[in-house]
Structure formats: structure tokens, C-alpha cells
């Protein structure tokens, strides 16, 4: 009942001058005292003939239904000149009369009363909202949001390099314009050491797109992502790895991107290019793509010179069989150069997948983009790969869910011969029914065959700790590897503690590596808190001794690399 009233005050709290105490008994210190104003001033209560409000007694359902009926009579007098009801307020007045329809019905009200007075009020202010979003959209083209991190690092113990204090501070703004209801435009400005400590203050804009979409056209200026193109086994890594460039996707490049779709038409047709490295004309229709892509700068590409590569690809699911069937190719007009890649993937039954796939790639042609999954693969390489798929349990209601996938993977080099992979691999993957935030149990494996060395991985993690409180929670990861290449163990243990009303978390790591430099110690340690001092402000405290790199490659490996002691600071934005 009192959320009922809670929101029946909401319904009704519209803007009225200052008003004398109606009633006796309701103070003017009381956290109800405005509500009760309200309701009083437009009549939906009167109190009690000796002058109270009762604010202490129970109301019974007929007394409700009368405060209803009285501000449904207010509504209908006076929404249409104040203008100030929202299809939420009628909604939810709506839900108060169904609720109490029966005694409603005794005093002569109905829904029906509710959409009579109202309905064409409703479309009215539907209207209006939608001219208004249309000149927010227009009085505001311009979207600006960003991010700021200021991060403070500082050693005790020192270690070989890592001797001096360091201030480094970072402001992204992320600009997105709608020029017109086709067309918008966005750039990143960068701004790296802005408050003048450490390195010099330097200002970079990058990552500007321009897109516009309309009919059968879209067009794309800029930065583009190659995950929007199907590309098969054409175009190499022609960014080289950086370092410096964390970027997602390696095949990310700066120049255009068309598609376009005639009207009536199969086929879609696609343009994209960067100037002087690249340009390509793809045409796809049915299961099939044919693609032409010039290389005025091969070696950017694979090591040769320039270059015109054709290359189709066709799948099909054998109208919607459990089969599905990928094969690719390209040959490169002006080298000889060429690669063939294909791969079948069988729902043998609900719970089991199978996948077979081969490929064939000459000297000189790296493929990039292949949608061949279970193998990885370079130029110079013939080989195959199969995998399998299945799911244990879980696939009903209340089941943990346990997966099972292994795979098979053998390649040699075409011009020696020489063996390049010969593996078997297989992982576990547990999830328990009502599982903590990423609550997981791993177990992979990895024996090459090549060398007879295995590595194997084990991991839990967020295991959640019962603590028996509403405000408070743990959890406990744990991960450990052993490579017997050069037996080395590596070990991984965290405790996470979070005091959610403060919106606060510990963390506390320790880690062990068996092999380390002969003047590094084995184990290292690491704490952290985390709080998130306001809506999308973060500070993040820590301090590791002994300096711990995570790599994931194909698999997880970490190693302790120093003694330094690393105090870090960080303070992180978003807008």
C-alpha cells in the first residue's frame, strides 16, 4: 500500500504555490508533509471531520478508492489546460483503478472513464515527445564523451631499470556529429600528459569515420574495422605487429569502405581500399563471394611486389541441414603465389560437434582473415585439423554445464617438408548452476607430439566464499600451469573482498614460477584496492613485489621477471 501512494503522489505532484497546513496534526517537520499538501490541495483527500489527516491509521481500500475517484475528477478538469501529465502518469493511474476496480465501480468510475478524459490528452503529449526528441536530436548534433586516467608509479625496491617515479596522464575525447539523418561523422582527440608532469604535453587526433547510410547505400570514411568485411584468405598482416598499437583487430586500416545492394538485386556489391596499399572489388550473392584486390605495395602484404590477387570463397548450411560447409581460395595474377583453405563443421547431435579442416598456402601468400577455425596457419604450410565439441551436461534447467573440447592439429612446410605442428589438445570447462560473476573450472591440455612436451593448465576461478552477509562478498581464484619443456610450475592464487555498499574491493595475489633469473626471487605478491568513489569516477591502489607478466597466447603462461616493488596509483574517468 505504501508504494501505491508513493506513486499516486507522483502521479499528481504537480507545481503549486506554497499552501496553509490543512490539517492539525500533520507537523510542518514531517517527511510527509509536502505530499500530504499536495494531495489536500487537489482534493483527493479531506481528512477527518475534527480537522486531522490520521496520518497513523490504516486506510482501508473504499477510503482509496474515493482518493482515486476525487483525483480522477481533478484530471479531467484540469490535465488538458495544465498539459502536464505524461503517458507514464496515465499508465500508471490506470494500474491504481484496475487494482480497486470494484470499489471504484461502486462510486462510478471505470477505466473507460480513465481513457475517455485522457486519451486524446495521451496522443497529444506522444506527439509532442516525438517533436521534441527531433529537435534535441538537431539543437544538439554534437555528442562528446571521453575518458581521463592519471596513473602514478613509483619503486621500492628498485630493480635495474625501474629506478624513477613516473606521472602519466591520458584524456580521450570521443566525438561523434549528426550532420544530416543520413550521414554522421566522428573523430578521437588524445591528449597524452596534459598536466605537465613528465614527458612533454602532446595533442593527437585519429581514429575520424564518416558514415552514411541511406537505401541501398553505405559508405564509410576513415577508420575501418576488417570483422565488417569477408575478406577470406586475402590480405596478409600488412599493419605491422606494434607494440605500441593496441588495437583489436590487426587487419584495422585507415581509407574506405562501400557496400552497396541494387534494389530487386542478389547480389551485394563491396568496395574498400587503403590509399596505396590496397584497393578490392568483392561481389557477393547466393553462398558465394569473388573478390579482385590490387597491391600497388606488396611487400607491405607478403614480402613480394606489387600485386593483383583474386580470390572466392563459398558456404553453404545445405538449406539448413546440421552441416556447414566454408571453402576459400586465392591466387595472386603477377606472382604465382596462391592459397586454399576449407572446413566442415557437423552437428552430429544436439550435444556434439564435429569440425574438419585443411589448408594449403604457398611461399609467399599469408593468409589473413580465413573463416577456418580449429587451425591457425602461416604461408609455406600444408596441414590439417580436426576438432570436436561437446557439451557434457546443462543443457537443461538447474544443470551445472560441463564442455568438452578437444582437437587435433598437423602442418608441414611445403618447400622442406620439414614437420611444423603435430599436437593434441583438449579442455574441460565447468560452470555451476547459479554461478558467482564468472564463477568458472578450467582444465587444458596441450602434448606435442613433435617433441613429446606437454603443458598442462588448471584453473578456478571467482569461487565465492560464504560469508553470510547481505553487504559483503569474496571469492577465491586459483590457476597453475606446468610445462614440461622446462619444467616449470607456475602458480596463481587470489582472494577478491568486496564491501558493496562502498563499492570497494581487495584483492590480495600470490604467485609462484619455478624458473626465474638466477638473481630473481621465485614467488611474487600483489594488493589492490579498487573503489568506485562516484558514478564512473574509479581510484585503484596497488602494490606488487617482484614484477609478475600475464601472457595469453594460445594458452595462459606468467612469469616473475624482477624484484622491483611497484606502488601504482590510478584514477580513471569516463564521461
Known sequence: MKKLLIAFVLVLALA??????????????????????????????????????????ALTRYEFAQAVARCLAYMEQYVDEAGLATQEDIAMLEKLIQEFADELKNLGVTVEDLKRALGENSQAIKALEDRVALLEKYAEPVKVTGDFTATYTAYFPTDTDKTDAAWEDETNLYIAATINDYTTAGITLTAANSLGYGDAPNVTANNFWLIYQKDEWFIQAGEIRQNMIGLGLVLGDYQPDDPDDDRDYDLDYEGFYVSYTPEDSDVLWKALGDLNEFYAVRAEWEHVGVMATWMPEGTEFYNVDSDLVVSADVWTDFDDSDVMLTVEGAYAALSGAY??????????????????????????????????????????????????????????????????DLSYDWAAA????????????????????????????????LYDLMDSSFKVYGAYLNYPLDLDSENNEAYFSVRGQYDSANAEITAVGALAYEWIEEKTTLTVEGRYDSVTPADVQPWSAMAEVAWEMADKTNLTL?????????????????????NAGTLTAELSVSF
Not at 507537523?27 to 479531506?46: E, R, S
Not at 565447468?430 to 564468472?438: C, D, I, L, Q, S
Not at 596497488?542 to 624482477?562: A, C, H, K, Q
Request: with cysteine; hydrophobic share 40%; glycine share 14%.
Open 542 to 562: 596497488s602494490y606488487e613485489i617482484g614484477t609478475w607478466e600475464d601472457e595469453y597466447d594460445d594458452n595462459w603462461t606468467g612469469n616473475i621477471v624482477d
Open 414 to 445: 611445403i618447400t622442406t617438408g620439414d614437420m611444423v605442428t603435430n599436437a593434441v589438445e583438449g579442455t574441460v570447462t565447468y560452470v555451476p548452476f547459479e554461478a558467482a560473476k564468472g564463477e568458472t573450472g578450467i582444465i587444458h591440455g
Open 16 to 57: 503549486i504555490p506554497a499552501l496553509a497546513n490543512p490539517f492539525v496534526d500533520v507537523p510542518l517537520n514531517h517527511w510527509a508533509y509536502d505530499a500530504v499538501q499536495v494531495l489536500a490541495a487537489k482534493g483527493c483527500v479531506i481528512g477527518y471531520p475534527d480537522g486531522t489527516f490520521g496520518g497513523n491509521r
Open 339 to 404: 592459397g586454399v583453405a576449407g572446413e566442415i563443421e557437423i552437428k552430429a547431435s544436439d550435444d556434439a560437434t564435429i569440425t574438419v579442416d585443411g589448408h594449403y598456402v604457398v611461399d609467399g601468400f599469408t593468409p589473413a582473415d580465413s573463416a577456418v577455425t580449429t587451425s591457425a596457419f602461416a604461408d609455406d604450410e600444408m596441414g590439417f585439423g580436426v576438432g570436436a565439441s561437446f557439451i557434457l551436461s546443462g543443457d537443461e534447467e538447474g544443470d551445472d554445464s560441463w564442455t568438452l
